[in-house]
Every structure is written in C-alpha cells, then in structure tokens.
C-alpha cells in the first residue's frame, strides 16, 4: 500500500514508511547510513521512528 500524502500529521511522522525511497533516503541521509543500513534497520526493527533513530545512533558507536 503506497503512502497516502493527503493524510498527513503526528502519526504519519512516527513511522518510517520502508517502501517510500524517498523516506528511507532521508532517513538514511538524516543519520549518516547507507540506503541498505536503513533497510536492514527497518526490516529489523519495524517502522517505528523513534526505535530506528535510537537503533541508527547505536550503529554510530
């Protein structure tokens, strides 16, 4: 299911949609990864914003 930019807002910005490569470009660029490291983040940890952030900041270290 595609990403309906019409409905827009807190919730839609919790999530990390991993089929929009658009989404999993910015948040791969926002951390410093690669568009794979993403991936592999989302497929590990879901799309839950604030647990890929936290899982992106790990790889850091």
Known sequence: MT???TKTGA?????V???EGYEVAYFADKH???RDEALRLIEK???DRA???AAA???KV
């Open 3 to 5: 990403d309906d930019k």
């Open 11 to 15: 919730a839609d910005r919790q999530r």
């Open 17 to 19: 949609a991993g089929g």
């Open 32 to 34: 410093g990864i690669s």
């Open 45 to 47: 940890h879901g799309n």
């Open 51 to 53: 647990a890929l952030d």
């Open 57 to 59: 900041e790990r790889m």
